[in-house]
């Protein structure tokens, strides 16, 4: 019934680049998506897309997984093409027919804005197939950090971060054992128009909110049972370290940026 | 109404990598008016079993029959089915959701679409079988009642649909022995009004006093099937498959051990009590 939803969508398996930082691949998620904004043409597209394919290789992690990260974006993916490619209002014409005009500029800009919105979505995605939640959290708290001199609350957003992370699980399947339990007193969660659709709701979010509540109320208490106080003074667990695999990651971003720069001068127009 | 389970595999998340086979190749058949305790270690296929018997699970591979009829047919009316094969799932009072007690109670008997009048006589007739007085707690909220009030509304809610099969997850986890009790209570009752009963419980001396039949599964399989006498006789099988038996067939088995001549195969305080009586009057030692 639910179990088509995942979200958090770590792909556990051993491999080298499981095993980078996750400080480390945040930031290289970051610099691969600037990366993309930089380049202007087919090959320098052709280039990140052969360096995304090969990290996967590394990652064993089936390509299709990372296209998989792409079907609920497919909408906005096609309205980004068809709306660039129909609404350039300057450019050489390339095809007239009624009403629809299709310039030069909108063709280049349609594939541009639909490429770099492709990779970014696939970075992020193999960054995320690769992390587990909690190191991507621990990551993103370490490189907050610096920002707690200005009193941001880095400690507390990681950690409601991975307290919501933790619990996506856990409420999934409480609202599939509530849903069973409802359907078995005869409730119809699938037929019915729109209102009585969303009235079938009611059963299931109140207890769903009840345990939510419940829960939560639950695991404050563990906490500060636990003498929780907020992240002052904490030592953790996993300590963080870098390692000879994350210079070489760095080495192959920074190299791959260096291609799509160079690139981007020699072949200035590219091959479009 | 029997319901028959035929060579009944299910596989949770199939073809994925969080693939898991909780039932294999699983086959028994429930006849009418039995009252039959499912037992086995957790995590063994005791609640995705007892899925199965209404269609909230659809089997892998395999069959579930009702009187015959394939329950995952394409004709059959499963929704019609529910209200028939009523189910109770763990710490079911965590499915409360209405403002009042009698609201919640009337949720199963308004989706069968009955008319208001019987709907109200079902609601009292449910929390009469579960000992809620209706003057009493009617109009509460059902958050405010305690875990053991809860529990018991929460199954009327299933009693009120009238359902000819009950079939009950664990339903005294978690509760006081008192609550334990009235709940027990409450089944026997039933039980004895007709109602075929299938209770998966993890107290071997509640299956002891209550079953007419014990099925005993290990890791998605069915391992022993029979009368409470034949199954709890299998010492080791329950064992093995880390159950235990009653207190009083393990009280027997001590006794035995040392020497007192006790037939082997009691497993109810009763039954022991008139044994050792005997041996008594006859002068034995013991
Ligand atoms: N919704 C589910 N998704 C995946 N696996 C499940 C699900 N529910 C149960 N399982 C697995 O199936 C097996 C049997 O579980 P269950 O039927 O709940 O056992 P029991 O009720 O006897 O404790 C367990 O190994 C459990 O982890
Ligand atoms: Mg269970």
């Given at each position: 019934m639910l179990n088509n939803i995942t979200i958090g969508q770590y792909y556990p398996v051993k491999s080298c680049i499981h095993d980078l930082d996750p400080r480390v691949k945040i930031l290289l998620t970051i610099a691969l998506i600037v990366a993309v904004f930089l380049v202007h043409s087919a090959i320098g597209y052709a280039l990140v897309l052969g360096f995304l394919y090969l990290t996967c290789r590394l990652a064993h992690v089936p390509f299709r997984m990372l296209l998989k990260g792409l079907k609920p974006l497919r909408w906005i993916l096609v309205l980004t093409f068809v709306l660039n490619l129909f609404f350039a209002a300057d450019g050489d014409i390339l095809l007239q027919w009624q009403f629809i005009t299709i310039r030069k500029q909108g063709l280049l800009n349609a594939l541009h804005y639909s490429l770099r919105l492709l990779f970014l979505v696939m970075g992020t995605s193999l960054l995320t197939l690769t992390t587990s939640p909690i190191q991507l959290s621990d990551g993103m708290e370490m490189l907050m950090s610096p920002l707690k001199v200005i009193h941001f609350p880095a400690h507390e957003l990681a950690m409601m971060m991975s307290i919501a992370l933790r619990f996506i699980p856990t409420l999934m399947d409480e609202t599939d054992k509530i849903m069973k339990a409802q359907m078995a007193r005869?409730?119809?969660?699938?037929?019915?128009n729109l209102i009585a659709r969303a009235k079938a709701m009611v059963p299931l979010l109140v207890p769903l909110f009840v345990s939510a509540f419940r829960r939560a109320g639950d695991l404050a208490m563990a906490m500060e049972a636990r003498?929780?106080?907020?992240?002052?003074?904490r030592t953790r667990l996993r300590v963080l370290k870098l390692g000879r695999g994350d210079l070489w990651a760095s080495l192959a971003v920074a190299g791959l940026i260096g291609l799509i720069i160079v690139e981007g001068i020699v072949l200035p127009g590219g091959l479009w | 109404m029997s319901i028959e389970l035929r060579n009944v595999t299910h596989t949770y998340s199939?073809?994925?990598?969080?693939q898991s086979t909780a039932l294999r190749d699983v086959s028994l058949k429930i006849e009418d008016g039995e009252f039959v305790a499912l037992v086995g270690h957790t995590g063994c296929g005791k609640s995705t079993l007892v899925q199965h018997l209404n269609g909230l699970l659809k089997p892998t591979s395999g069959q579930v029959l009702v009187d015959g009829e394939?329950?995952?047919?394409?004709?059959?009316?499963r929704r019609e089915l529910r209200q028939r094969v009523g189910l109770v799932f763990q710490?079911?009072?965590?499915?409360l959701f209405e403002e009042t007690v009698a609201k919640d109670i009337a949720f199963g008997p308004r989706n069968q679409g009955l008319p208001e009048d019987e709907i109200d006589a079902r609601v009292r007739r449910a929390m009469a079988h579960v000992h809620l007085d209706y003057g009493k707690?009617?109009?509460?909220?059902?958050?405010?009642?305690s875990g053991g009030q809860m529990r018991r509304a929460a199954i009327a809610g299933v009693l009120a649909m009238e359902p000819s099969t009950l079939i009950l997850d664990e339903p005294t986890a978690g509760l006081d022995p008192h609550g334990r009790d009235r709940i027990l209570g409450m089944l026997q009752e039933l039980h004895r009004d007709g109602t075929t009963i299938v209770m998966v419980s993890h107290s071997m001396d509640d299956v002891a006093k209550l079953a007419t039949r014990v099925i005993v599964m290990d890791t998605g399989t069915v391992l022993l099937s029979g009368t409470p006498r034949e199954v709890f006789a299998q010492r080791e099988a329950m064992d093995k498959a880390g159950l235990g038996v009653p207190a009083a067939a393990r009280l027997c088995a001590a006794l035995r051990e040392r020497g007192v001549k006790l037939p082997s195969e009691l497993y109810t305080p009763d039954e022991l009590r008139e044994a050792i009586l005997r041996l008594w009057k006859e002068g034995q030692p013991c």
């Open positions: 005869g409730a119809d969660f699938e037929s019915g003498c929780y106080h907020g992240g002052e003074g | 199939a073809g994925s990598a969080f394939d329950l995952n047919g394409a004709n059959v009316n710490y079911p009072e965590y499915q707690y009617a109009g509460r909220s059902p958050f405010e009642l």
